[in-house]
């Protein structure tokens, strides 16, 4: 790992990156952040349906411990107020499922504690609940955690910041918001798309799966207006344009291809404000549509319609009933 790269100031590394990028390291980051952010530590139980009141009391009195062992083997967070409720936290990325059966975990909890609950957090875009044996049964996906931090209440917060950032970059979190469509009508925006297979925004969250740029009038490019191609998202950073060369082995991530890297990386230094952060997402080479897809009107729910909202995502199932159409 490169801690700080050679003619640079300082390393752009945060203090999660230092855990690598495995199912490991992700599971330790979340449970180092909701043990030291109190905000972040509610925010969570809440989403998986228990009922605390929010006190510094009941946050002292929590204990949150990572790779517990037992004769059953080993839990990746294990959550606790005495007398009150019992997490066990597993989660898995990319494709890998939990390990063996889901019951052997039920002798495991702590029978005093009224709430037992087995949290499984994984890639898989589903979220469901159910009961074995008295336990509450939750499936969910690390991309509801991202839209749970990602709330602008959370966006003055650094560690939390500094988690998404980390979960974003090394883990190609893909959620529900699988085609973000945004107009384009500048000349540097859509050289931007054409040529360096970039698209730039200021600071968000959040991880769409493609890029549908809309082509206004105002830029009277040859393909008419609408959406003429979709791109996948191969990867999304936040970074100062300045330092882009610093990230070229995130970038390598994404695309094993230093062709297409170097491109990003030349396309990312053409960015003037070059004084502030901003969201990067670097794009696959873009696939022609066999018709342009146009803006209904009056609104439809689902679709896009008059001026796109920022962060505008459509499901490939509207998409696609258009492009059939």
């Given at each position: 790992m490169i801690i700080k790269s050679q003619g640079h100031p300082k390393s752009i590394l945060n203090k999660f990156d230092l855990l690598g990028n495995d199912e490991n390291a992700l599971s330790k980051a979340f449970a180092f952040m909701i043990g030291k952010?109190?905000?972040?530590?509610?925010?969570?139980?809440?989403?998986?349906?228990?009922?605390?009141?929010?006190?510094?009391?009941?946050?002292?009195?929590?204990?949150?411990?990572?790779?517990?062992?037992?004769?059953?083997?080993?839990?990746?967070?294990?959550?606790?107020?005495?007398?009150?409720?019992?997490?066990?936290?597993?989660?898995?990325?990319?494709?890998?499922?939990?390990?063996?059966?889901?019951?052997q975990y039920l002798s495991t909890f702590d029978q005093k504690c009224p709430v037992k609950i087995l949290c499984l957090i994984t890639q898989q875009q589903d979220i469901n609940r159910g009961i074995i044996k008295g336990i509450t049964l939750i499936n969910i996906s690390w991309f509801n955690i991202i839209e749970i931090y990602s709330d602008k209440?959370?966006?003055?917060?650094?560690?939390?910041?500094?988690?998404?950032?980390?979960?974003?970059?090394?883990y190609s979190m893909k959620d529900l918001k699988e085609i973000l469509i945004q107009d384009l009508s500048w000349?540097?925006?859509?050289?931007?798309?054409?040529?360096?297979?970039?698209?730039?925004?200021?600071?968000?969250?959040?991880?769409?799966?493609?890029?549908?740029?809309?082509?206004?009038?105002?830029?009277?490019?040859?393909?008419?207006?609408?959406?003429?191609?979709?791109?996948?998202?191969?990867?999304?950073?936040t970074l100062y344009p300045n330092d882009i060369n610093i990230y070229r082995e995130d970038l390598l991530r994404f695309c094993n291809d230093n062709k297409v890297v170097n491109n990003w990386i030349n396309g990312v230094k053409k960015?003037?404000?070059?004084?502030?952060?901003?969201?990067?997402?670097?794009?696959?080479?873009?696939?022609?549509?066999?018709?342009?897809?146009?803006?209904?009107k009056p609104k439809i729910k689902g679709w896009i319609a008059t001026r796109i909202p920022k962060n505008r995502c459509v499901t490939f199932n509207e998409f696609s009933k258009r492009l059939m159409a």
């Open positions: 952010e109190p905000d972040a530590f509610f925010a969570f139980i809440k989403n998986i349906g228990v009922d605390i009141r929010k006190t510094k009391k009941s946050f002292y009195d929590i204990s949150i411990v990572t790779e517990k062992f037992s004769d059953q083997g080993r839990v990746d967070i294990n959550i606790k107020l005495e007398s009150k409720f019992h997490i066990i936290v597993e989660s898995k990325i990319r494709g890998n499922r939990i390990r063996g059966q889901k019951s209440r959370f966006s003055s917060n650094p560690l939390i910041q500094e988690f998404l950032h980390f979960t974003l970059k090394n000349d540097a925006e859509i050289k931007r798309f054409k040529k360096y297979r970039i698209y730039r925004r200021d600071i968000t969250f959040g991880s769409p799966m493609y890029f549908a740029p809309y082509f206004t009038s105002k830029a009277r490019q040859n393909e008419g207006i609408g959406i003429c191609y979709l791109s996948k998202i191969l990867g999304i950073l960015i003037p404000g070059k004084n502030q952060p901003l969201t990067f997402y670097f794009l696959d080479e873009p696939l022609r549509l066999r018709r342009n897809l146009l803006k209904e």
